[in-house]
């Protein structure tokens, strides 16, 4: 191996980027590393911690939105496949809540006293 950098001189302190050469082959240019250290700009570690992201961070911080807004399942499903894309569009979904007409505090449709204000609620107007 060589430095692409310093032409090969093995100063592997200063590379940006490593080649591999087998015999008169050309060489192979390798993921670049950090500057200053040996490492490849994306190992082990760095995989893990961007599946983690995808796979744990994104679908939670999508359940918390979606608690909030009474789509959980919504804000679980939209936070894994689309990120902080999904995020935003979790909380700018219409919410399952229905406002208490004496409080005005979120509740949830099929409740018949409010949670907030303790007051019996009116039922449902069904469409006929």
Same mark, same amino acid.
């Given at each position: 191996?060589?430095?692409?950098?310093?032409?090969?001189?093995?100063?592997?302190?200063?590379?940006?980027?490593?080649?591999?050469?087998?015999?008169?082959?050309?060489?192979?240019?390798? %993921?670049?590393?950090?500057?200053?250290?040996?490492?490849?700009?994306?190992?082990?570690?760095?995989?893990?911690?961007?599946?983690?992201?995808?796979?744990?961070? #994104?679908?939670?911080?999508?359940?918390?939105?979606?608690?909030?807004?009474? #789509?959980?399942?919504?804000?679980?499903?939209?936070?894994?496949?689309?990120?902080?894309?999904?995020?935003?569009?979790? %909380?700018?979904?219409?919410?399952?809540?229905?406002?208490?007409?004496?409080?005005?505090?979120?509740?949830?449709?099929?409740?018949?006293?409010?949670?907030?204000?303790?007051?019996?609620?009116?039922?449902?107007?069904?469409?006929?």
């Amino acid at each position: 191996m060589g430095c692409v950098d310093c032409g090969g001189d093995n100063n592997w302190d200063n590379c940006d980027a490593l080649e591999i050469k087998k015999g008169n082959k050309p060489a192979v240019l390798i %993921a670049p590393r950090f500057p200053g250290t040996k490492k490849a700009a994306m190992d082990d570690t760095g995989v893990v911690l961007i599946v983690f992201w995808v796979v744990v961070v #994104n679908p939670l911080v999508g359940y918390a939105i979606g608690e909030r807004k009474g #789509n959980v399942a919504t804000g679980i499903i939209l936070g894994l496949l689309l990120g902080p894309i999904g995020w935003l569009v979790t %909380a700018m979904c219409f919410s399952n809540f229905q406002k208490c007409p004496f409080c005005s505090e979120d509740i949830k449709p099929d409740a018949k006293i409010c949670r907030y204000c303790g007051r019996d609620l009116p039922p449902p107007v069904t469409a006929k």
